[in-house]
């Protein structure tokens, strides 16, 4: 596992913190959750906005219900089995046209054949019609948005760990103590394989002038060999101060090839 020079500490533990380090979240899978979360939440506002219209050019008409029907849905005893009412509206338009049309169904009984109810309809469309009691104008927009929460969330979610690395690097570029640490070791990550390669691992320590205790930090993947780049020299690395556990090995001299695609 180790190439040219010698290992400061094992491989085993190379991997661990390595892993944590530079692992990412395959940028694809974000991007899949993102992309049905952002189409769920626009389908939803535009779901909201026809509601919006339909109820600004509506008027109300006085309904009738004329049939009332019973179906059984048997979904392996979910809490959406059972018996579900169904319900026929019939209603006059202001034209005299006499419409009828399904309302929708309810998990108990509403109604009663010739009970009468509010229907709502557009004028120019009068095929385009509900019963408020039975179906809200905001339904869609409601199952659309809360939908799209969680392919939104989940997307953060996977961010995030990311997110919270660059802002960390970034600090430490900005605020870190900058120190020389030599090159130890060259490994390669047998834990993680991607576009048919396992990445490299620079290994390199530096000794704490006031404590005199050694620390070992590991850089980012890179994804070609940079043994002859890095070999008998020391690398710059942006450590907390006062907590070197948190750092950052500067690679960004090092000509490598890019991640393979995911």
């Known amino acids: 596992a180790c190439i040219g020079l010698r290992p400061s500490v094992s491989a085993p533990e190379v991997r661990a913190v390595s892993f944590i380090v530079s692992n990412d979240i395959p940028p694809v899978l974000t991007r899949t959750f993102l992309g049905l979360g952002v189409v769920l939440l626009v389908s939803a506002l535009l779901a909201y906005v026809g509601a919006r219209r339909f109820l600004d050019a509506a008027v109300i008409a006085d309904g009738r219900i004329t049939h009332v029907g019973a179906i059984t849905v048997d979904r392996g ?49 009068p095929d385009k019609a509900l019963v408020r009691s039975l179906s809200s104008p905001w339904g869609l927009s409601v ?22 690395r660059a802002w960390r690097r970034r600090q430490l570029l900005r605020h870190g103590t900058r120190v020389q640490a030599k090159v130890r070791a060259i490994k390669r990550d047998r834990g993680v394989f991607s576009g048919g390669r396992h990445p490299f691992v620079i290994v ?50 090092i000509r490598s090839a890019p991640a393979p695609a995911r």
């Open 204 to 253: 390199c320590a530096w000794r704490d002038p006031e404590t005199t205790r050694w620390h070992v930090f590991h850089s980012a993947y890179l994804w070609a060999d940079p043994r002859a780049q890095v070999s008998g020299r020391e690398l710059d690395v942006h450590v907390m101060p006062g907590n070197p556990r948190y750092y950052h090995v500067d690679t960004s001299f």
């Open 143 to 164: 199952i659309l948005g809360l939908n799209s929460g969680p392919f939104l969330l989940a997307a953060g979610l996977l961010r995030l760990p990311q997110a919270a």
């Open 77 to 125: 005893g979910s809490r959406t089995s059972g018996v579900k009412f169904l319900y026929w509206v019939d209603f006059t338009t202001s034209s005299g046209q006499v419409m009828r049309f399904f309302a929708g169904r309810t998990r108990h009984r509403a109604y009663m054949t010739g009970d009468h109810v509010d229907v709502l309809y557009l004028p120019d469309r």
